[in-house]
């Protein structure tokens, strides 16, 4: 059973920076373009950032330039730096694994909140 362990989240004023990790056991970690996700309550969760292996990373357009994704292969670890944290970024952060072959499944962690206040 694969695991995605999430930490990080938290409260912080706008204009913070926080960082989330993402830390699975799962050995195909290092062939899966990992994401993150972000989801308000009674909205779908969105993109907000994808690296692939290699790590090449695209961002959702309201977080480009203020947020970075990056990886860890040698610690199974996904991360997310978050800088000038702004009052819509406010939501439940998800870390995302997904099997890297066609049909494959997707993994989910717990998700982690993460508050900005003004």
């Known amino acids: 059973q694969v695991q995605l362990v999430e930490s990080g989240g938290g409260l912080v004023q706008a204009g913070g920076s926080l960082t989330l990790s993402c830390t699975t056991s799962?050995?195909?970690?290092?062939?899966?373009?990992m994401a993150w996700y972000r989801q308000t309550p009674g909205k779908e969760r969105d993109l907000v950032a994808r690296?692939?292996?290699?790590?090449?990373?695209n961002y959702a357009e309201s977080v480009e330039g203020r947020f970075t994704i990056s990886r860890d292969d040698a610690k199974n670890t996904l991360y997310l730096q978050m800088n000038s944290l702004k009052l819509e970024d406010t939501a439940v952060y998800f870390c995302?694994?997904?099997?890297?072959?066609?049909?494959?499944?997707?993994?989910w962690g717990q998700g982690t909140q993460v508050t900005v206040s003004s």
């Open positions: 690296i692939f292996p290699g790590g090449r990373a």
């Open positions: 995302n694994l997904p099997e890297p072959w066609s049909g494959g499944r997707n993994y």
């Open positions: 799962a050995t195909i970690f290092t062939l899966s373009a």
